[in-house]
Structures are given as C-alpha cells and as structure tokens.
C-alpha cells in the first residue's frame, strides 16, 4: 500500500486542519509523511498552526479509514492528486484554500492550455438552453476544455454540448466519485470519462450535502482562466462560483438578459457593477482573453466601396480624416448637427469598425 498516499488522506482528515493548514505545513516539510513524524514541539511553532493543531496532528490515528480509501480508489481506478505532483491543476495552486488532495477518473489534462468555467441555473429558459450551446460550440475554435458542476440546467447544458463538440468537458463533484448526483446524469458522467472526467475534492461515503457545494464552488472557480455566468438569478449559486473566481482574480464574463427576468437578474448584477466582463459570443471572450490576435478593421476607404453613409455620417467621416481625436463637444460645434443626430451617426459608425470611442468622450478613425 502507497505510505505516502495513506499520510495525504490522514492529513484530509485530521481535525482543525484545514486547507490552508495543510498547505503551510506541506510548504515546510515538503510530503504528508514528514508532517506527521514532525515532533510536536517543532509543530506548534509553526505559524496559523499552534498547540491545539498539533496535537490533533500527533493524536491522529484513524489510519484504517485511509487504507479503506486506498482500497476504494485502487478499485474503481481513480486517480488521487496531491497538490506537490505535476499532474495536480497548477491553476489552484493561485487560490489561496486549494485542496491539497484531489481525486480524478478520466483521461483529460487538468493543465491544458485554455479551460473555461461555465455555471448557471438549474432551472434555466430557453434563452439560456441556446445561449449556453451556442458559447460552448463557438469555444471549439481555441479547443477550450469545458468546466461545469454537473448539476441540472446549464451544467448539464454545457457538459452535454462540449461532448457534442469534442470538447474536454470536467464535472466538479460535490460528493465522493462513489456516486453521481444526480442521478439522471449517470450516463453523461460515464460518457465525461471517456472525453473529460469527473474531479472531487471529497472521498468516497460524502453525500452531496447543501455545505459541500461552496467547497465545490471554489474548484470550478479556481481551476479556469475564465468562468462564464450564463442565467442566475441574484441569490443564485453561480454568483457564489463568480465571486469566489473573482477574489481568484480569474477572468468573469455574463451573458446579459432581459431586466424583468429573473433568471438573468444575476447575471445583469454583475454587468451592472463591473464585476463581469458582458459577452454575446466566445468572440469576444477569445479576444479578452488575448487567445486570438485582435483583427483591425478594414480601412474606411474600402469601407466605402461597399458602404453607403447618411448625409450626417458622411459629414462626422470628413471631420475626423481632417484631425486627431476629437471631443464629441467639438464634433458637435464643427458638423453643425443637432447632439441626437450626431450621436446616432457615431453609434452607427461605431458598429461598423469604421470609428473608436476613446476615454474622455473623444473618438477617432479606425
């Protein structure tokens, strides 16, 4: 039996460590073994550690429970993850409670270039059905790996459409790899294995109980370079997910909705305050996140092969090929056209790729 994977699920299960504990006390002595040999008066010297803590870690003696464990996993092929390992999500490693142990059963790399989180409601509209299909289609051209929770709604959407597309897609349990909750996704979660996998924190025996999925929450969040909210409403989980992503300083992305609808409530919110990113397309995600060269548009002297500009276009056109950047104030005073007008040539313009809007309501030719 693998010692050193016995004192990894030990310290899981040691009382008063925590995961941050654990971290400390790995960055000190390097493996589990070397914790719990440590003496005791070298332990409670550490600090966040203290003597309540180590005395929990030298009275520690339920090593049976982990040989049971071992026993499971060894079983059913899954694969434990210490946080020293290469294998390990080097993503977590940046998220200051990252779980030192994980388990795994797939065959994806936990380390591939571009991982997305998607979340949502589990009860999700139609709006949402489609919004959600048509992302994670659009993310095949940077072949993105999927993230979701595996729960009803948009992550079984998003799980569902990364496999139609030949997507990676991770399941983030809530719960040990000894059962699939909910059950109605027993298939899909077979079906994950095979392109994807199912990624827990948790050993075998834990339900999915209510206090399991901000512990969950905090994997889906940290393990991605960016997490997309596709419907919540505002006391929804997602907006637990997107504010643990955003203390991650991960990147935050919403698709927005109607404001009387409640499913969208959530994601309007954090539109609303700049807390994330709003997005209509993976375009736009491709290009927040720098994963594909920013194209400039055509020049305008093309664009007007091909365009036909209003009288008030034309006029605002000539103004800005005659001078740098300008005040919308000066646009105002030298086209001579009432403040409406101007504003809807510019939007137009602005649409187009044919003008930029710049900081200080200044704007200028593409």
């Not at 994980?102 to 936990?110: A, E, R």
């Not at 109605?184 to 979660?189: D, G, T, V, Y």
């Not at 203390?247 to 700049?274: H, T």
């Not at 000066?330 to 809007?357: F, N, P, T, W």
Request: with cysteine; hydrophobic share 35%.
């Amino acid at each position: 039996m693998n010692n050193e994977l016995l004192y990894q699920l030990a310290l899981t299960l040691t009382p008063n460590i925590g995961d941050v504990h654990s971290k400390t006390l790995i960055s000190i002595y390097g493996n589990a073994s070397d914790i719990f040999k440590a003496p005791m008066h070298q332990l409670e010297k550490i600090e966040g550690i203290g003597r309540i803590r180590a005395r929990s870690i030298k009275s520690f003696t339920d090593l049976s429970a982990c040989e049971e464990e071992i026993r499971f996993l060894e079983k059913e092929k899954i694969i434990p993850i210490f946080i020293t390992e290469e294998m390990y999500p080097q993503r977590l490693l940046n998220c200051y409670d990252s779980p030192p142990l994980l388990f795994f059963k797939g065959n994806t790399n936990l380390n591939a270039g571009k991982i997305v989180s998607i979340v949502g409601t589990r009860s999700n509209s139609e709006y949402g059905r489609q919004m959600c299909e048509r992302m994670v289609e659009e993310l095949r051209q940077q072949n993105v790996t999927v993230v979701s929770g595996l729960a009803f709604g948009i992550d079984t959407i998003a799980h569902r459409a990364a496999l139609k597309n030949n997507l990676p897609t991770i399941g983030v349990l809530a719960h040990g790899l000894d059962r699939i909750y909910p059950s109605q996704n027993h298939s899909l979660a077979r079906e994950m294995q095979e392109y994807g996998g199912l990624l827990t924190d948790f050993r075998s025996g834990t339900s999915p109980d209510r206090q399991n999925f901000p512990r969950r929450n905090r994997i889906v969040a940290g393990i991605c370079d960016a997490l997309i909210v596709i419907e919540s409403n505002r006391r929804g989980g997602s907006l637990i997910t997107a504010e643990i992503a955003a203390s991650y300083n991960k990147d935050l992305f919403a698709i927005p909705g109607r404001v009387n609808d409640i499913k969208s409530e959530g994601c309007n919110y954090l539109i609303k305050n700049n807390k994330a990113t709003m997005i209509t397309s993976s375009d736009d995600i491709f290009l927040e996140m720098n994963w594909m060269p920013k194209t400039r548009p055509a020049k305008k002297q093309q664009r007007e092969l091909f365009i036909e500009f209003s009288q008030s276009e034309k006029i605002i056109l000539t103004i800005l090929q005659e001078s740098p950047p300008l005040q919308l104030d000066e646009i105002y005073r030298r086209s001579g056209l009432g403040s409406g007008i101007v504003a809807e040539a510019l939007l137009m313009l602005e649409m187009q790729g044919i003008v930029e809007s710049l900081p200080g309501k200044k704007y200028k030719l593409n």
